[in-house]
């Protein structure tokens, strides 16, 4: 017999030890290739490299592969842990290090290349449904089935890597063990915990304000300091994954002991059941913890994402005021015609309306604007605003800037502009709303038209002319922004700009989209990994499982409780964590729901249904498979 059939034979022997890893294995692959099919559809190569959504791309790419790791990585521990009392009957047969080694390399080979196969295989079969998912998510129009072959070589070299790395290191978990350790990997007993108030207090203190800090004192002055960095968002984030890990572990102390205390405790298997689960807290809890941070990364990828695409329309119109906009320097050569372009272009529209008015900046200055009442009026009109009245030496500050108040205090350059003319002027208001594509300039300076008159007079002052335009289709009539754009151009030195809301709302929407969907596929691996994670810790635990119930069954326990404590105990393994995570999402959509200013009833409803849904259908599968492996040769 061959070493590679010795290999083989381990795989097919204890193959349902070996098909969970290969099953998560081949899950993780065929998530990236379903993406990577999408990414690499050819109805995307009109994205220019190092653009905006390029960059999107390339990130969610690297982010499911990352997760992917991630997860076949936890695999293959969970894998070498039910592994080790097999390899340490290896080592009493005579097998060397090397040979241990060579073994644990070559499994890990085999099935790392035929889960990349099967991924693939499966990734063509249901490319078609994954394209239309896209096309749905993405709100584009084609994705039709092609042959991906970029998908397919980036899918094959980077998982085969990753499955060399894994194969690589995986033996090194095993030779750091004594033999007299691998052999009894399955008699291992944890440590007891232990119940502390004060740790309790902390944890729930730790837990608590954070969540308080990052919801309802998100405005403080002290929070806001803290979350304006990288280092405070980690540091925030660090103390409630740390402060959550001990609430678990101490609540759940708290909780049996309470439980022990009540009349129903002695009640049929009740006592078998929470003893049972109290014998094996800490590695329950342990999983339960990772099982809520992946349930809470899939219930946050999704919703936190879609809450991008809320409010795109209103987002964009607070950078690009009107609709169109085109912005003439006073020397440009082609302003008559491109003017004229867009009024006929766009006169038939319905909701047609034009509006024009003058701005003064400072040529040395360029971020600094003046602008008459009366041009202010007609602009501030046509975006549904209140005109207002100016004296002479009375000026209004209105901001360059989305999202950003207006500086009440005049500049000192426009003070000493202003001096020329002897105005000295008076600050007599503000307003937070643009009039112009927000940064084109930073700030505007409002003036009465007779100061205006006397101000354009002065040397080193520019003139722009700005022609601005509402329809009511901007949003849908992407040919006609197209046409404009390409008959327009781009300024060689400067001397016009054309702005469309509908090209801004098209990109911002695109790539909102693609946020959303990368978070869609990231949720699917966080949640597959949750429900793998389960498994992996009930099949790592089955043979001593079964002992222990062997015993109770020779005391007189029938297969139905049997069945009954299991069924109960998995219920609190998968459910506690799903309503942990359930707890803090909603939570935390309350917060988001205040940020956003929108709605996310309905994807916050769908969302917890489907999930709820998958959890529920995993439970009865996981529930019905562990049943069934627990309960074989221990049930004559």
């Known amino acids: 017999m061959t070493f590679n059939n010795i290999v083989l034979n381990n795989i097919l022997r204890d193959k349902w030890t070996y098909i969970a890893y290969f099953l998560s294995s081949v899950f993780s692959i065929f998530i990236f290739f379903s993406f990577s099919v999408s990414m690499f559809h050819p109805d995307l190569s009109i994205i220019a490299n190092g653009s905006a959504l390029s960059l999107a791309m390339m990130v969610g790419t690297i982010m499911v592969y990352l997760f992917s790791f991630v997860f076949i990585s936890y695999s293959v521990m969970s894998f070498m842990r039910i592994r080790q009392k097999t390899l340490g009957l290896f080592v009493i047969m005579g097998a060397s290090k090397r040979q241990i080694k060579k073994m644990v390399f070559r499994e890990n080979m085999f099935i790392g290349i035929a889960a990349i196969v099967a991924a693939l295989a499966l990734g063509l079969v249901f490319a078609p449904l994954f394209l239309m998912v896209t096309r749905k998510a993405m709100q584009v129009e084609g994705f039709a089935m092609y042959f991906p072959i970029k998908a397919i070589i980036l899918t094959l070299v980077m998982f085969f890597i990753l499955f060399l790395l894994v194969s690589f290191f995986s033996p090194l978990f095993i030779r750091k063990q004594r033999i007299i350790q691998l052999l009894k990997s399955d008699k291992k007993t944890e440590a007891e915990v232990r119940f502390s108030p004060i740790t309790l207090v902390l944890a729930l203190i730790a837990t608590g304000g954070t969540l308080s800090m990052m919801t309802i004192g998100r405005n403080a002055t002290f929070v806001r300091q803290i979350s304006g960095n990288t280092l405070g968002v980690l540091s925030l984030f660090i103390v409630f994954v740390t402060g959550l890990y ?9 909780v049996l002991k309470i439980v022990q205390k009540q009349n129903r405790y002695l009640q049929k298997t009740n006592m078998l059941t929470i003893s049972g689960m109290k014998s094996q807290l800490r590695s329950n809890v342990k999983m339960m913890y990772l099982v809520s941070l992946l349930l809470m990364g899939t219930f946050f990828s999704i919703v936190g994402l879609y809450s991008a695409n809320v409010n795109v329309e209103q987002k964009t119109k607070a950078n690009y005021p009107f609709d169109y906009m085109y912005v003439s320097h006073a020397d440009n050569p082609h302003e008559s015609e491109h003017v004229e372009m867009l009024q006929q272009s ?29 041009n202010y009026n007609a602009a501030i009109q046509g975006l549904g605003g209140e005109p207002i009245s100016l004296d002479k030496d009375e000026v209004y500050m209105i901001s360059g800037l989305s999202k950003e108040k207006a500086d009440l205090r005049v500049p000192d350059h426009i003070q000493k502009i202003l001096q020329q003319v002897n105005m000295t002027p008076q600050v007599v208001g503000g307003s937070s709303r643009i009039i112009m594509p927000t940064g084109y300039f930073n700030h505007f300076m409002v003036v009465s038209n007779q100061d ?131 707890l803090f999402f909603f939570t935390g959509v309350l917060f ?31 529930n019905a498979k562990y049943r069934k492996a627990l309960v074989k040769d221990l049930v004559q």
Request: aromatic content about 14%.
């Open 246 to 254: 001990f609430l678990y572990m101490q609540l759940s102390m708290f």
């Open 346 to 374: 766009l006169k038939d529209q319905p909701g047609y309306t034009s509006y024009k008015y003058d701005v003064l900046y400072n040529e040395e200055r360029g971020r600094q604007a003046i602008i008459s009442l009366s």
């Open 452 to 582: 205006y008159i006397v101000i354009e007079r002065i040397q080193g002052l520019k003139l722009i002319h700005v022609f601005a335009y509402n329809v009511d289709n901007w949003k849908e009539d992407v040919a006609t922004t197209q046409a404009l754009m390409d008959s327009i151009g781009l300024s060689d030195h400067g001397e016009f700009g054309f702005f469309s809301a509908g090209d801004l709302f098209a990109m911002e929407k695109t790539s909102k989209n693609l946020m959303f969907y990368v978070g869609f596929m990231l949720s699917l691996i966080f949640m597959i990994a949750a429900l793998s994670m389960i498994y992996f810790r009930l099949i790592t635990d089955l043979d001593k499982e079964r002992e222990k119930y062997k015993g109770i069954m020779k005391i007189g326990l029938s297969k139905k409780e049997l069945t009954s404590i299991v069924s109960r105990q998995l219920a609190v393994l998968m459910f506690v964590p799903f309503v942990v995570a359930s």
């Open 592 to 622: 988001l729901r205040e940020v956003i200013g929108g709605s996310l009833g309905t994807v916050t409803t769908s969302c917890f249904v489907i999930f709820m849904t998958i959890q529920c259908l995993g439970y009865f599968v996981i």
